[in-house]
């Protein structure tokens, strides 16, 4: 589905003529991994913001340092990564510690990924999965938004196949915010096939026929 068809200007249409930057959101649990996977199958180049985390929390990489500066030596493992259990545990509950955590470590991730994009410039569909999307974060780097989401009853199921204590399930609840606005929504609430056919009629756009001729 998509909520409005506004006119594309001719340099927003240039873009997208030669690279389209997806971003693609949703609720944990919601199906954005395997949204994910199969435009990879279909060509397009996918990065996850949450590895690029894990990557910037190695020892001695800026995530590290930043978060030894602000959270202390007790934060990092012996071997000087970030004590991710840790780190997690601090914040969870505490709105003030997450917000600058946000602070601190999202425009890193926005950096490390506009230099991939960069790299690829030219050369199809880029496709970032993240849990949020700030415009002046991660949301400045992508041509359209793709929401994902599942009846609520399924991703109940879901969270519980998970390994997330009770505490932390009800966290993740109570912060889990779909974006107001967007440009695609998948309703992952059938089959991988009919997964499959939603997510085709995204990439199969003009545009996207176009990147993905490109990229391969």
């Not at 020892?59 to 997690?88: C, M, Q, T, Y």
Request: contains cysteine; aromatic residues 6%; charged residues 30%.
């Amino acid at each position: 589905k998509r909520p409005s068809d506004e006119a594309i200007s001719p340099g927003k249409l240039l873009t997208l003529l030669f690279m389209r930057v997806l971003g693609v959101t949703g609720k944990i649990g919601a199906g954005k991994s395997t949204v994910c996977a199969i435009m990879e199958r279909l060509g397009a180049y996918v990065t996850d913001a949450d590895i690029v985390v894990d990557a910037l929390y190695e020892p001695g990489k800026s995530g590290a340092l930043k978060i030894r500066h602000f959270f202390g030596e007790d934060f990092l493992l012996k071997n000087g990564a970030v004590n991710k259990r840790k780190l997690r545990a601090a914040v969870f509950h505490d709105e003030k510690k997450l917000r600058i955590l946000e602070t601190m470590i999202h425009p890193l991730v926005a950096h490390e990924i506009k230099k991939e994009i960069d790299r690829r410039r030219g050369r199809g569909i880029f496709v970032i999965e993240a849990m949020e999307f700030a415009p002046h974060g991660l949301g400045r780097l992508i041509d359209e938004l793709v929401l994902v989401t599942c009846p609520e009853v399924i991703l109940k199921k879901r969270l519980k196949n998970r390994e997330l204590s009770s505490r932390e399930l009800f966290g993740i609840r109570q912060r889990q915010k779909e974006p107001a606005k967007y440009d695609w929504k998948i309703e992952n609430d059938g089959g991988l096939e009919e997964l499959e056919e939603k997510v085709n009629v995204i990439a199969r756009t003009p545009a996207g026929r176009q990147a993905l001729r490109a990229w391969q």
